[in-house]
């Protein structure tokens, strides 16, 4: 099989340089609370961040454990039940929530590069889009923060009855290492405009981008910073500053923006820092983006702990329909970008390319040339499409896929190595004559390794398509509208895509059927992971009404 474009040369010097490696906690970076083993010299635990493009460090991140944890909850908590956040008006939460967006907007390109050095997306990739995403979709839950209200119900008898909607507490909110910052703008979002409190476990792959973040999110942007310069004078534009609020005077000049204790960040491995965020007793709330295994636990121990109510993104093996009246060249273009975005590493991939017999020969060939053509290489590079994988362990895992897809029988029409000898790159790959039982058609890859299977008519394929435990996404070409309304209808997935993919509104709901989650993010949807309801009943004293 050919080989993708290689990138054997020094790796660009990212455009940005690291500042934060602290956990942040009430409002402040602080050390890890457990310390190095070696007496002499002490020093908050940490870990190192490696860069996916050589495997080397970028830098050390004080690594979170259960007594950070109970830090970081503390500071959620005191903040949530005595604090101004849920307190203030929801206009002023907005205005907070659409200055954090106005923030990262202004720093997009430092965002961009800091989270392409750390987790290898092509920078073009990070700066056109995901952080985009991120700064669109907090903007779309400022909007909502003044916008949630509760109802009133016409219940029988002499009663006023009106239900209200509130904040649920302390959201856990547990964040993948594929997508840091959009998963994260997609669970903080919707936690802040309802006005919970908030601590965030970023992935150990990681954890540089959210620390930038979430300092922002204290900050003031310089447009409105004169309006607090001065607390004493009569003019202070402190509406959504409580004098309840824990912060000293001085640090109020430095951080307006969210109060402190409303979004802590704790980085750290999943069964230490992830397990103690999950079992939690002071966490009301959890919400996770991640493996269907991981997920699994975590349900489980928000279950034996206080019964908090757990959302869940897990993962996927969607299926990707090309039926014969379909546009090939789109089909092609759109199912290529379905797999190889992000290296592979979307929980939504188009991961396995269903095409009709009438043209499958045609995609096959297409679909070849189109990956053969895919730019592999340093993702700070303009023009390259795909970087490397994250890290060692999933580079070893699509390896021995990619071998498992040889195996198995299914044929190799492009890549099937590593590109390179040095970081985690992978050349995008192409199994044809896949077929339903092997490993590479059931399994999520999560890498650059696109499977297609050959189909004879709309109900075989139906049944083939939802023949898995996930039902995350689907993606349908075709220009019958019969069709496509018969696949919408009997897919059973959260989202079906109809000649189009990675359509990711901040309005529109995601998340999984069946094993591919709990719960729906974005959206309207995306609010009531983070509302309690309570119904409130009052007698009527003239019965009459
Ligand atoms: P992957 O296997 O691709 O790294 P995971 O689902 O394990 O995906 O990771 C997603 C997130 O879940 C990360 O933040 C990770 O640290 C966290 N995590 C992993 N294991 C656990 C666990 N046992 N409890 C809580 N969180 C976990």
Request: aromatic share 10%.
């Amino acid at each position: 099989a050919a080989t993708a474009v290689a990138a054997e040369e020094e790796p660009i010097t990212p455009p940005v340089q690291v500042h934060y490696t602290q956990l942040l906690i009430n409002g402040q970076f602080v050390d890890a609370a457990s310390a190095f083993s070696s007496a002499s010299l002490y020093c908050g635990k940490t870990f190192p961040t490696l860069d996916p493009r050589t495997g080397e460090v970028i830098a050390h991140v004080a690594e979170g454990e259960a007594e950070d944890v109970n830090r970081a909850v503390a500071a959620a908590r005191k903040a949530f039940d005595e604090g101004s956040w849920p307190r203030m008006t929801a206009y002023d939460r907005s205005r907070i929530m659409y200055r954090f967006a106005d923030l990262i907007e202004k720093h997009n390109n430092e965002i961009a590069a800091l989270e392409t050095w750390d987790n290898g997306k092509p920078y073009e990739q990070a700066a056109e889009m995901e952080i985009p995403s991120l700064t669109r979709v907090i903007r779309y839950y400022a909007g909502w923060a003044d916008k949630i209200h509760g109802l009133t119900v016409p219940a029988d008898g002499p009663h006023h009855v009106q239900v209200l909607h509130e904040p649920i507490g302390v959201a856990g909110q547990i964040i993948p290492w594929n997508f840091p910052l959009l998963l994260y703008g997609w669970k903080v979002g919707p936690a802040l405009a309802c006005g919970n409190t908030i601590v965030v476990k970023t992935a150990e792959q990681t954890p540089l981008s959210a620390l930038y973040v979430s300092k922002l999110a204290h900050e003031v942007p310089s447009a409105v910073q004169v309006l607090t310069v001065d607390i004493t004078s009569a003019n202070v534009d402190s509406t959504y500053f409580h004098d309840k609020d824990p912060f000293p005077f001085p640090a109020f000049q430095m951080k307006a923006g969210l109060p402190p204790g409303v979004l802590n960040v704790i980085s750290g491995f999943g069964p230490t820092a992830g397990a103690s965020l999950a079992s939690h007793m002071n966490v009301d709330k959890l919400s996770f983006t991640g493996s269907t295994d991981t997920g699994r636990i975590v349900l489980e121990l928000a279950a034996r702990s206080n019964l908090k109510p757990v959302t869940l993104e897990l993962g996927g093996k969607s299926p990707f329909i090309v039926c014969e009246d379909a546009d090939v060249d789109k089909a092609v273009e759109l199912a290529h970008r379905a797999l190889f975005f992000n290296q592979g590493q979307c929980c939504c991939s188009g991961s396995r390319t269903f095409v009709h017999e009438h043209v499958y020969d045609e995609f096959v060939e297409k679909a070849k040339e189109r990956a053969l053509k895919r730019t592999v290489g340093d993702p700070f590079r303009k023009g390259v499409e795909q970087g490397p994988q994250i890290d060692e362990k999933q580079f070893n895992k699509t390896l021995d896929y990619i071998r498992s897809g040889v195996e198995s029988g299914a044929t190799l029409q492009a890549g099937g190595g590593r590109v390179g000898s040095k970081g985690y790159f992978i050349q995008p790959t192409i199994f044809s004559d896949v077929k339903d039982e092997m490993t590479i058609a059931r399994e999520e890859i999560f890498g650059p390794v696109q499977s297609i299977l050959k189909f004879k008519n709309i109900d075989e394929v139906m049944v083939r398509a939802n023949a898995t435990r996930y039902g995350l996404a689907a993606g349908v070409f075709t220009k019958n509208l019969n069709t496509a309304n018969t696949l919408i209808r009997g897919l059973k997935v959260g989202t079906v895509w109809i000649n189009c993919f990675f359509v990711f509104d901040a309005a529109i709901p995601f998340g999984g059927f069946k094993m591919s989650g709990q719960g729906r993010e974005k959206g309207m949807y995306g609010l009531k992971n983070y509302l309690q309801v309570k119904a409130v009943v009052t007698p009527l004293e003239n019965p009459a009404w």
